[in-house]
């Protein structure tokens, strides 16, 4: 049974930071692409960023320079080191995990962003 469970979501003010992470269970992680996107209220989901099996990173540009994504295979985690964080960051945020046809979400985590 595959799993993505995130954490380090919470309540933050603005111009503050958070790490979050998506632990999975039940793949080869190390074969999978992981990303990172985020559900605002009343918006649709949209990408924030990226790392291939490789390493290689992708941001959307509302985020870079802010947002680090990163991953350690040995924990099978994936990370997302979010600063300077602004009020329109607030949303829930998902883990993706990616390898061909093989699509999995977490449940996300929620983000709130205080001005």
């Known amino acids: 049974q595959v799993q993505l469970v995130e954490s380090g979501g919470g309540l933050v003010q603005a111009g503050g930071s958070l790490r979050l992470s998506c632990a999975a269970s039940?793949?080869?992680?190390?074969?999978?692409?992981m990303a990172w996107y985020r559900q605002a209220p009343g918006k649709q989901r949209e990408f924030v960023a990226s790392i291939t099996v490789g390493g290689s990173t992708n941001y959307a540009e509302s985020v870079k320079g802010r947002f680090t994504i990163s991953r350690e295979n040995a924990k099978k985690t994936v990370y997302l080191q979010m600063n300077d964080l602004k009020p329109e960051d607030t949303a829930v945020y998902y883990c993706?995990?990616?390898?061909?046809?093989?699509?999995?979400w977490g449940q996300g985590t929620q983000v709130t962003v205080s001005s």
């Open positions: 039940g793949i080869s992680f190390g074969f999978y692409a």
């Open positions: 993706n995990a990616d390898r061909g046809l093989n699509h999995y």
